[in-house]
């Protein structure tokens, strides 16, 4: 298997070693099977991404929703870099996982209105699959309605166009 890539932008050492912990546990991965790049320490290297299973793209203290003015000059570059990079996984379709910053990030990409209509605090909430995601072979097996935990300051409050609501 091709290792997957995790392009993370955390600058706190602790959270960032504390996310990718995480994706290496959760997705039963070892670590020479996700490859780490830290956005906000480097501009992000040209990529072959024939060598990789999928792209990550992880949490940040970063926000899609933020005014353009109060954005750093990192973040403006992390931004531009990313949607790049999203360019060319839509047009190839890619696997791509989006987690927190990465839904705002392909969500803006793609049309999606990203702001803070729906931001909700850390708790388990129930979530119900749509039609649409009961057939969707991503949520095969699992129940019509669940439990997950949920929160995060912004959301996308309308899908692009083309988008199909799962949940």
Request: proline content about 7%; hydrophobic content about 40%.
């Amino acid at each position: 298997m091709l290792p997957f890539l995790l392009l993370a932008s955390r600058a706190e050492d602790a959270a960032a070693e504390d996310e990718y912990a995480a994706y290496l546990r959760y997705g039963g991965l070892e670590p020479h099977e996700l490859h780490r790049i830290r956005l906000e320490a480097s501009p992000l290297p040209a990529l072959d991404l024939s060598g990789f299973s999928g792209v990550i793209v992880g949490g940040s203290p970063f926000t899609s929703s933020d005014p353009p003015d109060s954005k750093s000059d990192v973040q403006h570059r992390v931004e531009r870099e990313l949607s790049g990079l999203l360019d060319q996984l839509v047009a190839r379709d890619f696997p791509f996982l989006g987690a927190c910053y990465g839904v705002g990030t392909l969500g803006r990409h793609q049309g999606a209105v990203i702001d803070r209509t729906y931001g909700e605090p850390l708790a388990a909430v129930e979530i119900e699959l749509t039609g649409a995601g009961l057939q969707d072979p991503l949520l095969q097996g699992m129940p019509q309605v669940f439990t997950a935990f949920a929160g995060h300051k912004e959301a996308c409050s309308s899908l692009p166009a083309h988008a199909v609501l799962l949940a």
